[in-house]
Nanobody, 121 residues
């Protein structure tokens, strides 16, 4: 199996910063795209940012210029640096990795358990 472990969420005041990290582990042959999503209660999970294994990034319009996604391919880790946080950024943030396991030809999407980010006004 493949497991994703997230860290770095918490409570911060508006204008502050947080850095999320997520590491994929297990019987991994290859990790392709990695990304961060967020979800508020009763709403659909939405893409925040994604990054390919050669560093091509994509951001939601609402976070462009404030958030930066990066990754460490050697350690199967993805980061999300969040600056100038706003109360509207309050959500549960989920890490996702598209990966191929050893012994399989198939690529699956794996999710972390989620980490709460709360921005106070």
């Amino acid at each position: 199996q493949v497991q994703l472990e997230e860290s770095g969420g918490g409570l911060v005041q508006a204008g502050g910063s947080l850095n999320l990290s997520c590491t994929a582990s297990g019987k991994i042959f290859r990790v392709d795209d990695m990304g961060w999503y967020r979800q508020a209660p009763g709403k659909q999970r939405e893409l925040v940012a994604s990054i390919t294994n050669d560093g091509v990034t994509n951001y939601a319009d609402s976070v462009k210029g404030r958030f930066t996604i990066s990754r460490d391919n050697a350690n199967n880790t993805v980061y999300l640096q969040m600056n100038s946080l706003e109360p509207e950024d309050t959500d549960v943030y989920f890490c996702k990795a598209n990966a191929v396991r050893w012994g399989s030809w198939l690529r699956y999407g794996y999710w972390g358990q989620g980490t709460q980010v709360t921005v106070s006004s």
